[in-house]
């Protein structure tokens, strides 16, 4: 049986002298596991076809829940993303986590449309912090790990004045400094969350260090509820 799908390779690992194993993201069926032939040799035709981050059609024949990719055509390379380092390991966080969040075989459109979506900003524009902090909290969000820079979470006072506060692990929430039990957080690491979600922020905290600040946080998050440490973001962190 011959199936077609758009797919993103999240992970290319060596199998024999000329083959490969991908791991993909489809949006037909979530993420599948594929061979691919001979793709090592320098001349190799589908040779992009097994590169981490290639965004492309891929037609796979399935034999006893086997798949093989027999054929690729590109939709987008992100070569770009290879050009730059921080931009390399930003795109590598959004494959990690694409990869971390979803489930063998289970549909998942939604994580497939919201990576290629940041690979295409990070790729077009000249900032990737922004894109990568809004994908880590969309897909957070839609495995049920959802992360909100709202109101306290105990007493539901604003804390969009506040300058201590404290987030909840557990909740994936903020509350007063006086309310919770969680660490501390800064104003920056909150109001740079409330941009990435599309509410009111204030742009004075809102600033590169509570980009960083917010990644760190994010990245926490991230090994607490999934225990994957996300080793591509830790780097990306360190490069910023
Ligand atoms: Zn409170």
């Known amino acids: 049986m011959e199936i077609k799908v758009n797919a993103l390779v999240l992970k290319a690992v060596d199998y024999n002298e000329n083959d490969k194993i991908l791991t993909l993201l489809t949006a037909e069926y979530g993420k599948i596991t594929a061979g691919i032939k001979g793709v090592k040799k320098p001349a190799a035709k589908l040779r992009f076809a097994a590169q981490p981050f290639?965004?492309?059609?891929?037609?796979?024949?399935?034999?006893?829940?086997?798949?093989?990719?027999?054929?690729?055509?590109?939709?987008?390379?992100?070569?770009?993303?290879?050009?730059?380092?921080?931009?390399?390991?930003?795109?590598?966080?959004?494959?990690?986590?694409?990869?971390?969040?979803?489930?063998?075989?289970?549909?998942?459109?939604?994580?497939?449309?919201?990576?290629?979506?940041?690979?295409?900003?990070?790729?077009?524009?000249?900032?990737?912090?922004?894109?990568?902090?809004?994908?880590?909290?969309?897909?957070?969000?839609k495995s049920g790990y959802a992360l909100s820079a709202g109101d306290c979470a105990v007493c539901g006072e604003s804390l969009y004045a506040a300058e201590k506060m404290r987030f909840d692990m557990d909740t994936g929430t903020f509350t007063c400094f006086e309310c919770g039990t969680g660490a501390g957080a800064s104003r920056s690491t909150y109001h740079t969350l409330r941009k990435a979600e599309g509410k009111e922020y204030d742009e004075y905290f809102a600033s590169a260090d509570g980009e960083k600040r917010a990644l760190r946080l994010i990245r926490e998050y991230f090994s607490y509820k999934t225990e994957n440490p996300l080793k591509s973001l830790s780097e990306y962190i360190r490069l910023i």
């Open 54 to 141: 290639c965004f492309a059609e891929y037609v796979l024949s399935e034999k006893s829940g086997k798949y093989t990719v027999i054929n690729c055509s590109e939709c987008e390379s992100f070569f770009d993303l290879r050009t730059d380092i921080c931009r390399f390991y930003a795109a590598c966080a959004v494959i990690e986590a694409a990869a971390a969040l979803t489930v063998e075989g289970e549909e998942n459109a939604d994580v497939f449309y919201g990576s290629v979506r940041a690979l295409t900003k990070m790729c077009a524009g000249d900032d990737e912090r922004a894109p990568l902090i809004e994908y880590l909290t969309f897909i957070l969000g």
